[in-house]
């Protein structure tokens, strides 16, 4: 188990690789395919629209809302959303480079920030914030009861938390981030959530609403090599996908089948 000053050493490398990006030869191929074939295929099912759709319905009225935006980079899909209709908003991050990107694209909102800071030091003192917006985020940290003491200790009384992280509780995609991880250039950093990890969530917060996403949708990717046409691979997934998503929410056997989880989580 890996100790507070131990991760914030490997958050100093994780720094370093985000500022001057080195992926080796295996790195860059799963990237291509999260961020090429696998986005194409979320963005044609609906997916992309969903998530974000829904995390805008969870933030709720941002009006007297003091807002964290933890691992923002240079801002995600709704951080400038995010910042200009909250009372008070906060985006952080370890690259100092992206952050100074972010201050441009939020200097013109009232009460909007950025930081390059790691969320774990003591540098980072505020607290109180209303809701901590985690996308892609959480499995970045190697021990879960750290991460959710410091969660905890930010977060106002009955505080939320809005996430998206990989799952590796699917034998299958289990079978190949386990190949994959010896060769991983981010491997210190990157801890897609297990059974263990979920039920530990689950356990210190309480869960709002929950939502798996590429459960049997996945396998459109293989459907996509068959001479079928493409109006009809999009119609199958998108059926696929709304199954994930409803049935993911109260049934944690499919919930486990998935390769992404979103959750609302409140405090206790």
């Known amino acids: ?15 370093d690789f985000y500022n001057n990006v080195k992926q080796n030869f295996l790195t860059r191929m799963w990237a291509g395919f999260r961020n090429g074939l696998l986005n194409k295929i979320r963005k044609n099912i609906g997916v992309q629209d969903q998530v974000y759709g829904l995390h805008k319905v969870w933030f709720g009225d941002l009006s007297q809302k003091k807002v964290l935006d933890l691992g923002c980079f240079s801002g995600n899909n709704l951080s400038t959303f995010l910042a200009k209709n ?27 920030k950025a930081e390059a800071v790691d969320f774990l030091s003591e540098e980072f003192s505020e607290k109180d914030f209303d ?28 505080g939320q938390i809005i996430s998206y992280d990989p799952l590796q509780t699917s034998k299958p995609i289990w079978i190949l981030r386990t190949l994959y991880r010896p060769f991983q250039s981010d491997a210190d950093w990157e801890w897609p959530f297990t059974k263990k990890v979920y039920y530990k969530l689950s356990k210190e917060f309480n869960i709002v609403e929950r939502h798996g996403i590429l459960g049997k949708s996945k396998w459109i990717t293989l459907l996509n090599i068959l001479p079928i046409g493409s109006a009809r691979k999009v119609n199958i997934g998108q059926k696929w996908h709304q199954q994930d998503w409803e049935n993911s929410e109260r049934n944690d056997a499919v919930l486990f089948r998935c390769m992404h989880l979103t959750m609302l989580m409140q405090k206790k």
């Open 1 to 15: 188990m890996k100790t507070t000053s131990e991760i914030l050493e490997i958050n100093k490398k994780q720094k």
């Open 86 to 112: 909250s009372k008070s908003y906060t985006g952080i991050d370890l690259s100092d480079q992206a952050i100074e990107r972010l201050k441009e694209k939020i200097q013109s909102f009232p009460g909007a």
């Open 131 to 158: 809701l901590i917006y985690a996308y892609g985020v959480l499995h970045h940290f190697p021990s879960i009861d750290i991460l959710i003491s410091r969660l905890n200790e930010k977060l106002s009384a009955k």
